[in-house]
């Protein structure tokens, strides 16, 4: 087995779904809390008291508990499930045709995984984004509600009724724009760094082992790597591809997330949300959030790649 992501193996797909549905969730309950804070952060007005990390942690400890760092978990559970079948399918999809379609070009491996990878990962966010952004409006509320002037509502079947009542279903897709703007690029570069990545220090790796510094093709005559040495490459491929993503796509991400949290009465376009980040804080306000931000992607990265990759191993078949 080569290095390319495991492009080409044959998948038992009723296991790879069953099985990562239950794993998926078990990292979601694990990383939720992660969003939770980075959204209030985002959200803040300018005199919140709560505004750093550690400030809204103690906040939702001190008024709920740890059930305070699960507001909109049920939501997002319940949505998670067809999401994650969309976009494994999606990704798994897109990720062999365009390997085969780059195949031919003479291009470095690691730009070959990149463009096969970040076209996979583009695709997949474009195809659950319908189902997303419904459940990211509804938990985004729940996480905010009370804090910093936020409504507050009786579980989400209560933000759907009111979101409706006010604005009918397209108040449940609030952001639709920013969010494919957001989390499709996102998507891609998070997959192409992590794919150029993992090919990057395998060469590196083999380079410096062997002392071979020509352009053989790394899996011509290699002998397999150990599983510890790949779990290892995919979680420092999962920290560099979280680390970019994050730096890049945060602005737009806060933008996002105040249209979509603002109350029926604001109303504020993306433009306004804009004028008021930098009224506020200047340019730096378009990056509230980024460490919790960056902390988030890379660790939801390196666990659902982790995760990801052994689940594919697991429900691997022979073709």
């Known amino acids: 087995m080569g290095f390319d992501n495991w492009a080409g193996m044959g998948l038992d797909k009723t296991k790879f779904y069953v099985v990562g549905a239950g794993i998926f969730s078990g990292v979601t309950v694990a990383l939720y809390p992660i969003s939770v ?11 919140a008291v709560e505004r750093s990390a550690v400030s809204v942690i103690k906040g939702l400890l001190k008024t709920d508990g740890i059930p305070g760092l699960y507001r909109g978990f049920g939501t997002v559970i ?19 045709a365009a390997y085969k379609t780059v195949q031919p070009f003479k291009l470095s491996e690691p730009t070959k995984a990149a463009i096969a990878n970040g076209v996979a990962g583009m695709m997949a966010s474009l195809c659950t984004q319908t189902v997303f952004v419904p459940v990211d409006v509804v938990s985004q509320r729940l996480m905010v509600q009370g804090y910093s002037g936020h ?38 570069v998070w997959w192409a760094s992590y794919g150029a990545s993992q090919r990057f220090i395998w060469r590196r790796i083999y380079m410096f082992t062997t002392g071979f510094t020509g352009t053989r093709h790394l899996d011509d005559g290699i002998a397999a790597p150990s599983g510890q040495n790949i779990v290892l490459v995919q979680a420092a491929g999962g920290i560099i591809a979280g680390a970019t993503a994050s730096s890049i796509t945060t602005p737009l ?64 078949t022979d073709e």
């Open 253 to 316: 991400d806060t933008i996002k997330t105040r249209l979509q949290v603002m109350g029926q009465e604001k109303r504020p376009s993306a433009r306004q949300v804009v004028r008021n980040l930098i009224a506020e804080d200047g340019w730096t306000g378009f990056y509230r959030g980024l460490g919790p931000r960056f902390f988030s992607m890379s660790a939801w990265g390196t666990s659902m790649i982790l995760s990801y990759e052994y689940l594919k191993r697991m429900c691997s």
């Open 151 to 188: 409504a507050k509502y009786n579980g989400g079947l209560d933000v759907v009724r009111k979101v409706i009542k006010a604005d009918g279903i397209r108040g449940l897709y609030r952001g639709f724009g920013l969010s494919v703007i957001t989390y499709s690029p996102s998507s891609a």
């Open 37 to 47: 804070v980075k959204t209030r952060m985002q959200v803040a007005s300018n005199n």
């Open 78 to 96: 319940t949505g998670a499930i067809p999401t994650r079948i969309i976009f494994l399918t999606a990704l798994e999809t897109t990720k062999v």
